[in-house]
Structures are given as C-alpha cells and as structure tokens.
C-alpha cells in the first residue's frame, strides 16, 4: 500500500478533494487544518507525501521544513498556493518538491502525488540496502555501526554476552536510529549480534 500521506490546509473543501483523489489512489490520509496540528502529525509518523497549504494561519515555514528534514526519510513535500503567489521565503526551498496552484486539476494533482510517492519508497528502499551493508561492514569489524563503538570480544564460553553487550550499548547510544515501536531496539540487537559474533568467531579461530 502506498503513503501514507498528510493533507494541510485550513480550507475544507480542498482537504475533502484532496482527500477523496488520494483514497482512490490507495493512499492512507491523514489530514490537518492548522499549523499546530500540522506539526503535531509530522511528529507523529512517517509520510511519503505531505500537501501543505502556506497560506495557513501562524504557519511557520522553518519549523515545517524543520520537522520534515527530521525524519528518517523525508517525505516528499507539494506545496499548494493561490493563483501567482511565490513561496520564496516562506520555506526552505530544498524541501520543496513540488508547486501547485489553485485552482488545480484533480488528474494532475493525483499524477502529482502517486509520482513523488512512488520516488520517495524507491529511495527508502535503496537507503534500505545501504544502511544495513554499512551496518554489517561496521558490526563485522566489531564495531558499533551508529557511534563505532568497539566491543570488547567476550568470555571464553560466555554465548550471552555479545547479545547482551549490544542491547546495553545500543539502549544508551546517542547515535542510533529513534526507536519507532517497541520491538525496534530488539530487531537492532538482532541484525547487528550476528555479525559481531561472526567477528569475534573469526578473530578466535
């Protein structure tokens, strides 16, 4: 399923519409009519594509640029604006992937959005690949792959201890990704004890 995505503007209708494309398109949406809400649901989740009226009241365009250039992979940013209006300004343009002006064609928005949708999944998916080959190149060297950390190779038959030696070190490592949900820093102990293991088989043997 693609998205999911966030709709921002205080205009209703343009919401609905909008709203109405992108279900159709087998987006999830999730929607904000304000700037303080806007930035709540950037905090919040993870979105391929967020829509984001500039006219909104007490927007503030270096605190949605902010939040945006925050996640893990930044979502792809459409920009909505009145007839010959500029956005210079207003946002830090390099987070700007696309500018629509109302008012706009249902077919084009929808192209507009399964498009940038459809790069940014691509790029996480090719960010992905590299950062798990960057973390197994780092845990094969006996290193942490956030911070380079270096574990201490463990007891002669103490099979727990480079498992657990990760989990202490990861639960308080500054570097690491934000934990998403519950089992996230269970799923990092996993990929990385693996190659640490590996390592320190090699190094013994």
């Given amino acids: 399923m ?8 205080d205009d209703a209708s343009v919401r609905s519409l909008v709203a109405l494309l992108a279900q159709r398109a087998g987006f999830d949406v999730d ?29 503030d ?9 925050s996640h893990a992979v930044r979502p792809a940013v459409i920009v909505i604006v009145a007839p ?3 956005i210079d300004g207003r ?10 002006h109302e008012p706009f064609d249902a077919d084009m928005i929808s192209t507009v959005i399964i498009a940038l949708a459809d790069a ?19 845990a094969a060297a006996g290193l942490c792959p956030y911070c380079r950390y270096e574990f201490s190779p463990p007891p002669a ?17 500054t570097h690491r990704p934000e934990l998403k949900d519950a089992g996230h820093l269970q799923r990092l102990v996993d990929q990385i004890t693996d190659s640490l293991e590996k390592h320190f088989h090699s190094h013994v043997n």
């Fill in 91 to 100: 946002i830090d343009a390099n987070v700007v992937d696309a500018v629509v």
């Fill in 157 to 173: 038959g103490d099979t727990a201890y480079v498992r657990t030696a990760t989990l202490l070190h990861l639960a308080r490592c």
């Fill in 120 to 138: 940014v999944q691509q790029k996480a998916a090719e960010d992905t690949v590299r950062t798990r080959s960057r973390n197994q190149q780092a």
């Fill in 61 to 69: 365009g270096d605190s949605i640029a902010e939040q945006l250039q």
């Fill in 2 to 9: 693609p998205g999911p995505i966030l709709i921002a503007d």
């Fill in 31 to 59: 929607e904000a009519c304000d700037a303080g809400t806007t930035l709540l649901r950037l905090r919040e989740r993870e979105y391929a594509v967020v829509l984001l009226d500039l006219m909104m009241p007490q927007i």
């Fill in 84 to 86: 010959a209006t500029s």
